[in-house]
Each structure stands twice: as C-alpha cells, then as structure tokens.
C-alpha cells in the first residue's frame, strides 16, 4: 500500500504548449501595463461565481410561473438582465423548451461556446472534439451513450452554437412534483438536463 | 438597416474558402436551409479578429437544415434538423425548386 498522507500530486508536469502560451500572453499583458493582475484575479473570480445553479434558478420558475416561462422563451436575454444575474460579457441567450415532441441538443462544433453566465464554464467532454463532431452527426447515439433515449417520433433539434447566441435548454418539468417549491424544483434541473443531453432528475 | 431574409425564407450557404476567424462551418457551405428567425446585428467576427471593430456589423439568422439533406447516411427522424447561427454576407435565396 502506498503513503495514504502522501501528496496526491506526485510529479510536477512540464507544463503543455497552450499553458505555456497563456501564461506569456497573460505575462506580456501584465507586464506592458495593458491589463493588471488585479483583473485578471477578478475575472477568475467572476468564472468561478457561475455555476448550474444560475440556471436551474431561472428553469424551475418557469416551471411555476407561465407568464415568466413566457417571457424567457421570448427573450431571454432581458429575462436574464432583470433577474439581477451577473451577465458579465454581455451574453446573448436563446433558451430552448424540451417538449413531448422535441428534444433539443446544444453543441459549440467550432470551439466551447457555453452559457457561462448561467452554467459556469463547460465540462471537458463538451470541448472533446468527439462531442463537438457526433453531435452534430449522429445526435441520437450520443444520446443514447448519456442514457437518454429519444423515441424516433421525437424531432431532435441540435444547435450549432456557432456564433454570438448562446443556448440553455429548459427541460420538461418531471411528473410527481405537483405542488413543489421552486427551490425543490430547482434541484431537479442538472446542467446536463440544460445542454440537452439528458433529461431532468425525477422525484 | 432592413434583414434582408424573413423567417421561413428558403436560402442557401455560400460554399466557399474564407481564411481567418470564419464561424461558417464548413459541414453547412453550399447547403439549403429555412431562415428559423432573424437575429440582431453584430460585429462582423471576421473583420473584428485583425482588430477591425468599428462599423462592421452585419446581420445574423439562424437557419435551419433538415439531417437527412446534411447527412446522406443519417440515422434518424426525417424530421430531425440542425439549426445555426450564418452572418447575411454568408446567405443567398435559395431557388424554389431546389431540394
């Protein structure tokens, strides 16, 4: 058995091309007075403070109340500026209503393009080149490999988040969760469930 | 300034090489679609990546693309489809015999 106290973290990586890359740049801007570090530690402050829970908040009220739902299928970008939500980079958002005939699935094919502000920053397998390729191809495999099947009289609807918009997908609401708070909803709505490729949690 | 496409407008991606910052991919070039809804202006992103971002913007739709016409081999619902975002400068009208 190995040190069980041992430091997890057993030999120091040489650090890759892109680390190497960013860490010049961010130096070079430092250092030319273009940017402070200041800055810097506060935009990844900023990152860090953004997470599901922004839009889990925004799906379950819209589970609740109609005349919001409304409103943030309309547009949700101003839905999500009068919610007081940090919109830091000034985001354009399109959400997207899973219902019994369609199934929506977001996908960024040219980069990681996310919902930051509402859903922090994207998992590692939505930036693998194997996501941003078979999504796009073959939606309903991959699907499947989330454990989400998709009856074939479902339409899929897959969105190539190319551009300047950026997607959330609000899920179906479950059965069995009559007379739930939104807070109780709330925790039924994964990050997965609002990218597409899975459904919400049921009670 | 007017779009120059409607929703459900039946256009056409242009089908050609552009080097630089180009969020046209190139599984949709020379493909049909339907103009799914009309998008503000933006700045043009292929201009503003060598620092030209003053007086660029250009309109952007999201267009429609039914699987099976992107895909020959498409396993799945025919009325399955791929919607993303072309810049104006990218679309043309598609003729209304073509399939």
Redesign the interface.
């Given at each position: 058995m190995s040190d069980a106290h041992a430091p997890i973290e057993t030999a120091v990586e040489e650090p890759d091309y892109f680390e190497v890359l960013v860490e010049s740049l961010r130096e070079l801007l430092v250092g030319k007075g273009l940017i402070g570090s200041g800055e810097v530690r506060a935009m990844v402050e900023t990152l860090d403070a953004h997470d599901p829970t922004i839009g889990a908040a925004l799906v379950a009220r819209a589970w609740v109340d109609g005349d919001f739902r409304a409103r943030l299928l309309d547009d949700a970008t101003a839905v999500v500026e009068q919610s007081g939500i940090d919109n830091y980079d000034h985001t354009r958002f399109v959400v997207l209503e899973q219902t019994p005939d369609t199934h929506n699935l977001v996908v960024c094919t040219l980069c990681s393009c996310y919902p930051r502000a509402l859903l922090g920053l994207p998992p590692d397998w939505y930036k693998s080149r194997p996501y941003r390729s078979r999504a796009v191809r073959e939606p309903r495999a991959v699907l499947a490999e989330f454990g989400t099947g998709v009856p074939d009289d479902v339409r899929i609807r897959v969105h190539d988040s190319n551009a300047n918009m950026r997607y959330l997908v609000m899920p179906m609401r479950p059965v069995g969760t009559d007379g739930w708070t939104q807070e109780q909803l709330a925790a039924l709505v994964t990050r997965d469930s609002m990218i597409g490729v899975s459904l919400a949690r049921t009670p | 300034m007017t779009p120059a496409f409607v929703p459900g407008q039946r256009v056409r991606i242009a089908d050609r090489d552009a080097p630089g910052h180009v969020?046209?991919?190139v599984?949709v070039r020379g493909r049909i679609g339907v103009i799914e809804r009309v998008?503000?202006r933006?700045l043009d992103?292929e201009r503003e990546a060598y620092g030209v971002n003053a007086g660029t913007e250009v309109r952007?739709y999201?267009v429609r693309i039914p699987?099976v016409a992107?895909?020959p081999d498409?396993?799945?619902?025919a009325?399955?489809?791929?919607?993303?975002?072309?810049?104006e400068h990218w679309l043309e009208q598609a003729e209304e015999d073509a399939r």
């Open positions: - | 969020r046209t991919p599984y998008l503000p933006f992103p952007l999201r699987q992107l895909w498409y396993r799945g619902s009325d399955d489809v791929l919607e993303l975002e072309i810049y």
